[in-house]
């Protein structure tokens, strides 16, 4: 008779997350879902899909089912909560934001134009400029404005300076990215665990030797999560966990406890803190505030009718 494992997870909330994205998904795309337990790091949920039944293949399944697996063009073998690594796309912009009032780049009051592009000029062809679009023209915008209608323009500017508005630059953007966890792996207690990446102008040397010199592009295209950002989506959980809970990264995990064949208790797995204190109070405050509006009056309005009060930020990236 073998240990008994106590897992984190909760039953209804896995299934109901594995539901949700088959019927969105319907066989015809790779997804993943992360629910953490934003005081601990607990992991809730866990959902790579499309899935497979262990079960079945512990018990033995017949080789035309297995084969059928293996040749699935959607991998159900490939753990993408953990290891797929994908840009962040926009949601990222909340640890943008962060550091940007950490760093105090910019009053959050402070409104910015946003025409729907931004156009830099080329140093060595005048007249020649380069443009970087953002979804659609967004007007004049906060920082509250700029999280809850996802406003590329605005992150740019903040990320990698503009005219009379400083930026980040790359250093601290890299700087306050692994803080919160990325292009590392926090640990998980499951095989296979990816870091991501943070690009930043040493990665640029060896990644693209044709064009070495990093510029102010690169890191826009990094402010809103492109550009050879790659995080995994239990990466994305827990930075989103460590802006809401105040400041703290959890080391997320699965195993709660381990208990003998008599049910004696033989292992209690207490939750770890990765880092504390990753940023003042009050900037993850008001932070948490721009990722409310999001829901009140942004690009995920969808979330509106939940029936207690949520913050979100929605991304999309290409890939």
């Known amino acids: 008779e073998g240990d008994s494992l106590v897992l984190t997870l909760d039953g209804d909330l896995q299934e109901a997350a594995y539901h949700t994205i088959d019927r969105y998904s319907k066989h015809e795309h790779g997804a993943s879902a992360v629910v953490l337990d934003v005081k601990s790091g607990a992991v809730r949920a866990l959902v790579s899909y499309p899935g497979f039944e262990s079960s079945r293949i512990g018990q033995g399944m017949p080789a035309d089912q297995f084969q059928a697996l293996l040749r699935d063009p959607l991998t159900p073998f490939f753990n993408r909560a953990i290891a797929g690594e994908f840009p962040s796309g926009s949601t990222i912009k909340p640890l943008i934001a962060t550091a940007a009032l950490e760093e105090g780049i910019i009053d959050p009051a402070k409104k910015i134009y946003d025409p729907g592009y931004i156009d830099i000029p080329n140093p060595y062809r005048p007249g020649e400029y380069t443009r970087f679009p953002d979804w659609r023209p967004q007007g004049w915008v906060d920082m509250y404005d700029a999280i809850a209608y996802s406003a590329n323009v605005y992150f740019y500017i ?43 102008p040493e990665w640029k040397k060896i990644a693209e ?14 402010s809103i999560g492109q550009g050879g950002v790659k995080t995994t989506p239990l990466q994305m959980a827990s930075l989103t966990a460590a802006i809401a809970n105040g400041g703290t990264l959890w080391r997320p995990y699965l195993m709660e406890g381990r208990y003998n064949g008599e049910g004696d208790l033989m292992e209690r797995i207490l939750p770890g803190a990765i880092r504390t204190d990753l940023a003042d109070g009050a900037s993850l405050e008001i932070v948490r505030r721009g990722m409310r509006e999001t829901v009140i009056r942004g690009t995920a309005r969808l979330l509106h009718n939940v029936p207690v009060p949520v913050a979100a930020k929605t991304g999309t990236a290409q890939h």
């Open 158 to 200: 903040i990320g990698g300076g503009y005219e009379d508005q400083k930026g980040l630059g790359i250093s601290a953007i890299v700087r306050f990215a692994r803080a919160f966890g990325l292009g590392e792996r926090l640990g998980i207690d499951l095989p296979g665990e990816k870091t991501g990446l943070v690009p930043d």
């Open 209 to 222: 030797p044709d064009d070495p010199i990093w510029r102010v592009g690169d890191t826009y295209h990094v």
